[in-house]
């Protein structure tokens, strides 16, 4: 086991240089003049412009450059926003529990439904039901997120009015974020409504986030199941007389779940993609809208450094998945 | 004598190849839902290509007495506006017919290079391994270390908002896939009699990748293909959404909804019919892409 996870971390390590590099390159291969991008200026005077040039390390060989991002990298300086001048680490820090929040229910609201419409679908193969879960999972799956979300809004907030169009809570409600999930927190403060609005604001964008993945997630254990149900020892286990819920629910599950349990993984990447679309249609406060606005407002060391973190947020749920998977399924581990 | 014998063989495999197309049309044909996406991504083929014929205005000609008139069915509306116009009077049904054009051509563009580069990376991972490969794969799992849609922002950020920067960023994110599978596949062929039977007969290198070993890897790369015309087709509505993609006035889907946003609580037409454009399209391929798969692939074919 031990040699497993050092080969996956020996992996892991060159394509995060990899990373590093991309995200180092990325400032310099923006149109104009790197000084002027990262002061946020314009007309510099040839004095200043010199003295900026020294000041952000531009004067020194490309090597040197790099090598000092590293080091910066190393000891937790992601470079400082050109707009707001607070540490980007901060300020991705401050903005992660929200995505982190929304994630999360995406995808326990994913596995919730899909993985039971996905069982049913492969244990009732052929039936109208069958058809109904597999043709409104390729919708799902082919869903233009975006548009699916305002469509919620039309109708859930313009038309019935049961749900607020953005944020997190409602502006009544104010307290210090303690573990910044504002569900718990709102909780925390113990004021009569804050859970309920927090519950309400967090539905529609949930929905939204998680429709991909939900869709991904039935096909997936309905085709898994499909397989594991045309075992011999399914029907070994048929034969032996044991009920239909108990060789479905015990035996068969338990081995659709590992392919099951990877794709649930790969979805962290997707999540992310869909979190930029959601947040900026709920105006949802997290890393997503973050990103995208420090793209318009050209606040490139944020978006150099939410590109880093990002990529190693991603990197390090996979290889957490990849460790799973190798602990859950021995042939994993001993392949090669 | 020898020329009549290959001649002969030539024909032999003209009919294999026609029982061959034959065989896997009927495998298509198994899966209605295939069969319906076809015939709807060939509709849309037809309109997009008719496009000036089959609209009834111009796709930026603006009504000055006609803005946010909704579609027919609904009081206030006319046929001669059957879907609606948008905020600044342009007939809504016109525009998404002139933009079924935009989608296609990105699917086609963003499909064909991301397929072209992938393919020769992966056959040349595949073909020559070691320290080749190692670079080629380590480059590509650098791509995909990023959520897709956030390095093609980023890419776009970068070479400036256009549909075209657009479809290139979407193609440099997708090409990973095609490498991968390649890879995969020419590695698995590598080994195979007929390839060492090519070697030993002495075929130059390009000829054994491209000629001998390609055509039979070709079936998990024609699914790839459909289901990345959809992926790119998404995107690039994405973007355009973002304001990172096609720039308005632009009739593409996607730009067309990040226009609407503002009115989706006044005129739900304007929001709703460019997004059932996108979803219907991706949703026909995606059926088509999933017949694909059932024919082509040997593994789930008689399961």
């Not at chain 1, 015990?250 to 959601?278: D, E």
């Amino acid at each position: 086991m031990l040699t497993f996870i050092l080969k996956k971390i020996g992996v892991i390590i060159p394509t995060f240089l990899g990373v590093t590099l991309i995200a180092f390159t990325f400032i310099r291969l923006l149109p104009g003049d790197p000084v002027l991008l990262l002061a946020g200026e314009r007309g510099m005077s040839e004095e200043r412009h010199a003295r900026m040039m020294a000041e952000f390390g531009f004067d020194k060989p490309i090597i040197v450059q790099y090598g000092t991002y590293l080091n910066n990298l190393l000891h937790g300086d992601f470079g400082t926003s050109i707009v707001t001048k607070q540490p980007v680490l901060e300020e991705f820090a401050t903005l992660f529990p929200a995505t982190m929040e929304l994630s999360l229910c995406a995808i326990l609201f994913a596995v919730i439904v899909g993985l039971p419409a996905g069982m049913i679908a492969a244990v009732r193969r052929g039936s109208p039901f069958d058809h109904t879960v597999m043709a409104s999972a390729l919708t799902g799956y082919s869903m233009p997120i975006f548009w699916w979300g305002l469509l919620l809004i039309i109708l859930f907030s313009g038309i019935l009015g049961w749900t607020p169009v953005s944020g997190r809570i409602s502006l009544m409600y104010f307290f210090e974020p303690v573990t910044g999930f504002m569900l718990i927190d709102s909780l925390l403060s113990g004021q009569p409504g804050a859970f309920v609005s927090a519950v309400k604001h967090l539905i529609l964008p949930t929905i939204v986030l998680g429709t991909i993945p939900l869709a991904v997630i039935a096909r997936q254990t309905r085709s898994a199941m499909l397989e594991v149900l045309g075992e011999d020892y399914i029907r070994t286990a048929r034969a032996k007389g044991l009920s239909p819920s108990r060789v479905i629910g015990l035996h068969a599950l338990r081995n659709a779940m590992i392919p099951v349990i990877t794709v649930i993984g790969l979805q962290v990447g997707v999540l992310f993609a869909g979190a930029i679309l959601t947040e900026t249609i709920f105006s949802w406060p997290g890393i997503g809208k973050w990103m995208v606005d420090s793209i318009f407002r050209r606040d490139y060391t944020s978006v150099q450094g939410g590109l880093l973190l990002i990529a190693a947020i991603i990197m390090v749920v996979n290889l957490v998945v990849d460790l799973l998977y190798g602990l859950i399924n021995p042939r994993i581990r001993h392949t090669e | 004598m020898a020329d009549a014998v290959y001649d002969q063989q030539l024909d032999a495999r003209e009919g294999g190849r026609l029982a061959l197309l034959k065989e896997f049309w009927s495998y298509f044909c198994e899966n209605r839902g295939a069969v319906i996406g076809l015939a709807f991504f060939i509709a849309i083929v037809i309109v997009a290509v008719f496009a000036d014929f089959f609209a009834p205005h111009l796709p930026n000609h603006q009504y000055r007495d006609a803005f946010l008139k909704p579609p027919f069915w609904q009081h206030g509306g006319s046929l001669t506006f059957p879907l609606g116009t948008d905020a600044v009077g342009r007939d809504i049904l016109s525009r998404l017919i002139h933009g079924a054009r935009y989608s296609l051509f990105i699917g086609c563009v963003v499909v064909s290079v991301a397929l072209s580069v992938g393919v020769i990376l992966g056959l040349i991972a595949g073909f020559f391994r070691g320290r080749v490969d190692t670079v080629i794969m380590r480059l590509m799992d650098i791509i995909l270390a990023f959520p897709s849609l956030l390095l093609a922002l980023v890419l776009v950020a970068i070479l400036g908002p256009s549909l075209i920067n657009a479809m290139i960023a979407i193609a440099i994110v997708q090409q990973p896939h095609y490498v991968r599978l390649t890879r995969a596949a020419v590695m698995g062929e590598m080994n195979k009699d007929y390839v060492t039977a090519a070697r030993v007969i002495g075929v130059r290198k390009l000829r054994l990748m491209f000629v001998t070993i390609l055509p039979n890897c070709m079936a998990p790369l024609i699914v790839q293909a459909a289901l990345s015309f959809s992926t790119a087709i998404l995107d690039a509505a994405a973007l355009g959404f973002l304001g990172m993609g096609a720039q308005p006035p632009t009739p593409e889907w996607g730009t067309m909804l990040a226009e609407a946003r503002e009115f989706i609580l006044r005129a739900w037409w304007v929001v709703t019919f460019p997004g059932c454009a996108i979803l219907l399209t991706v949703l026909a391929i995606n059926m088509m892409g999933d017949g694909l798969r059932d024919a082509l692939d040997p593994k789930l074919k008689r399961s």
